[in-house]
């Protein structure tokens, strides 16, 4: 496992964040976004020191930032000291380095802050196995773009030609942890698919649980099955599949599975590093998109969870379960727009009286 990207200490390094309004941000609600970030700083128990927030009208492909912000930046880094820096967004492996350069500042970027939680929130072999290739993979991108210092040959007197660079064998460690890891996860796919193909030969009803993370997919599970999945106000609380029989009414209905939550620019690379963990969702016969409807911009995580379901291929039966309807009625989703998602029930899934209108529709839901 890589070292932590982010440390505990007592005497923590005076930290920026930057929240960003970028064009490419599909945010209904812009503060939502915003309070999300500070979210997942929250969920890496990160303190800091001051957020700022910066709109952008362009993205500059060296330092990210346009050059009249990235003076403003430069000249707050100077006068307050700061020693890191974390962004909203994701940055790529050339503005993150040239912004540490430029800013003097450690950088830190979304995908690495998402990372961090996820190697927190692991705890099963195969999780921690997923986590582990998605860091190794982030690191070596990062590797692959520095500079001269990474590239001084090692050779020694008396060899036939030139040694092997720094670089190059950070690179080769880095790939060989890849691939040790990714033959491993191969056979506990292998064991997966064996099992949910036994299920599919004995006719059992298989039901996944999806949703933006932090929806309440954990409590409607612990709810349903009497499990005892973390449920907790932070964000990827859970990572590891949790699969838990499902009785109504005293008989067997099938099996119920959680899935990893989702997110607004989620790291492409651990999308790649889980799809072994999400293949569950392709022979699920029954999907229960779980969505806040309390969040002000519900219908964007809506939307989140859909693309990503279209990236993994997977199409299947789905029925919405807007969650969290104790909360103040001026919050609630709006009844007309909740509509146009067919089929839903409207839950609380913290009681068994609020998380009833859940049961009766599985208890009346058949196979295709």
Same mark, same amino acid.
């Given at each position: 496992m890589t070292k932590p990207l982010f440390y505990d200490t007592q005497e923590h390094p005076k930290t920026l964040l930057i929240a960003i309004d970028a064009p490419y941000t599909k945010a209904a609600n812009i503060q939502t976004y915003f309070d999300e970030f500070l979210h997942l700083v929250a969920s890496n128990e990160i303190p800091y020191e001051k957020i700022i927030y910066v709109k952008l009208r362009s993205i500059d492909k060296g330092h990210f930032f346009t050059k009249g912000k990235l003076e403003e930046i430069q000249a707050l880094c100077e006068s307050e000291k700061f020693q890191e820096i974390i962004i909203s967004d994701q940055l790529t492996p050339l503005q993150e380095r040239n912004l540490s350069e430029l800013l003097l500042c450690k950088i830190f970027d979304?995908? =690495?802050?998402?990372? $961090? +939680? *996820? $190697?927190? #929130?692991?705890?099963?072999? $195969? /999780?921690k196995m997923q986590v582990a290739i998605a860091l190794f993979k982030h690191q070596k991108s990062r590797v692959a773009g520095k500079g001269v210092h990474m590239s001084q040959q090692s050779g020694r007197i008396g060899n036939k030609g030139p040694g092997e660079t720094a670089k190059e064998r950070e690179l080769r460690h880095l790939e060989e942890q890849v691939n040790r890891l990714q033959r491993q996860l191969k056979d506990i796919q292998k064991n997966r698919d064996v099992r949910s193909k036994q299920r599919i !030969? &004995?006719? !059992? *009803? =298989? +039901?996944?649980? +999806?949703?933006?993370? &932090? #929806? /309440?997919? #954990?409590?409607? +599970?612990?709810?349903?099955?009497?499990?005892d999945v973390l449920a907790e106000d932070r964000l990827f609380a859970t990572l590891d599949t949790t699969t838990r029989e499902l009785f109504i009414d005293g008989k067997k209905k099938g099996v119920i599975s959680d899935t990893v939550g989702f997110i607004q620019q989620l790291p492409h690379l651990l999308i790649d590093a889980f799809k072994s963990t999400l293949s569950e969702l392709k022979h699920a016969d029954l999907l229960l998109h779980v969505v806040d409807m309390a969040d002000p911009d519900w219908e964007n995580h809506i939307h989140v969870v859909h693309d990503i379901l279209k990236e993994l291929e997977v199409d299947k039966p789905m029925l919405y379960v807007f969650n969290k309807v104790d909360m103040p009625e001026e919050l609630h989703a709006p009844k007309e727009m909740r509509e146009k998602y067919q089929p839903n029930v409207v839950i609380e899934a913290k009681t068994k009286e609020g998380i009833q209108p859940l049961i009766d529709a599985l208890r009346d839901y058949h196979k295709e």
């Open positions: 979304r995908t =690495q802050l998402i990372l $961090e +939680i *996820f $190697e927190k #929130s692991a705890h099963s072999a $195969e /999780g !030969v &004995n006719n !059992v *009803f =298989q +039901i996944c649980l +999806i949703g933006y993370t &932090n #929806s /309440g997919k #954990s409590t409607i +599970i612990n709810q349903l099955t009497k499990a």
